[in-house]
């Protein structure tokens, strides 16, 4: 059996279309390296509404969260639910070993005037833009924003 492409070259015009295509991409990135020029992120809208919270483990696995300014409950996550909250706390506290901080230290929950939420570690500076892993692992997080206090404080 013949190949039907074996007597055909490869079109030049597109080798010297893509080469010229490399080459403008690696000058661009030279320059880019070169004069410090980096592509600004979209500003944050103010915050509308915020708050400090603290995540505790529990003996059964549950997992509370806490009011940092009232040091009330705000929410009991029992074992095995919270998937997504408890997935975001196992890397923020991994972000946190190398600065010998834990769990318990709080976190900043804040719903912008844009409407979306965002989770920020005031100890490694990390902020996560909630909006960005789905509408309802977002609104698993707004329900710590919104929730009545859950009992007395402690």
Request: proline share 7%; net charge neutral.
């Amino acid at each position: 059996m013949s190949d039907a492409f074996s007597n055909r070259p490869f079109p030049k015009g597109v080798l010297i279309a893509m080469a010229a295509m490399l080459g403008f991409i690696i000058v661009m990135i030279g320059i880019a390296r070169l004069t410090g020029t980096k592509m600004e992120l979209a500003p944050l809208t103010p915050e509308a509404q915020a708050r400090e919270i603290k995540f505790l483990d529990l003996a059964d696995g549950a997992l509370a969260v806490y009011d940092v300014d009232t040091g009330v409950l705000v929410q009991t996550l029992p074992p095995g639910e919270g998937g997504f909250i408890r997935g975001v706390l196992r890397s923020m506290e991994r972000q946190r070993k190398g600065f010998q901080a834990d769990l318990s230290e709080p976190f900043h929950l804040a719903r912008r005037e844009s409407g979306g939420l965002t989770l920020k570690d005031p100890i490694t500076g990390i902020q996560l833009e909630l909006r960005a892993y789905g509408a309802t692992n977002e609104a698993a997080f707004g329900q710590l924003l919104q929730a009545p206090p859950a009992s007395s404080p402690r």
